[in-house]
Nanobody
């Protein structure tokens, strides 16, 4: 089993920044992809960014140029730097780890962008 724990969420003003972190533990080996999804109240869950163990990254169009995903393979950790935040970025952000058979999810961390 894999466990994921997110941290770093909070309240920030529009235009501000936050850094989210995710620590993975458990049965982790081989190649995998980690990333971030988010879900706002009443809205569908959406992809934010992903990163492979080889360092390939992918971003949603809505966050390109503002968010940056990074990983540490040795520590099985992934971070998401959120810059130039907008109110529409408000959501619960979930860390994910994907392997060939399963997807694993953290409990989520709340990001609120408001004046």
């Amino acid at each position: 089993q894999v466990q994921l724990v997110e941290s770093g969420g909070g309240l920030v003003q529009p235009g501000g920044s936050l850094r989210l972190s995710c620590a993975a533990s458990g049965r982790i080996f081989g190649f995998y992809t980690m990333g971030w999804y988010r879900q706002a109240p009443g809205k569908q869950r959406e992809l934010v960014a992903t990163i492979t163990k080889g360092g390939y990254t992918n971003y949603a169009d809505s966050v390109k140029g503002r968010f940056t995903i990074s990983g540490d393979n040795a520590k099985n950790m992934v971070s998401l730097q959120l810059n130039s935040l907008k109110p529409e970025d408000t959501a619960v952000y979930y860390c994910t780890l994907s392997k060939s058979r399963s997807d694993y999810w953290g409990q989520g961390t709340q990001v609120t962008v408001s004046s």
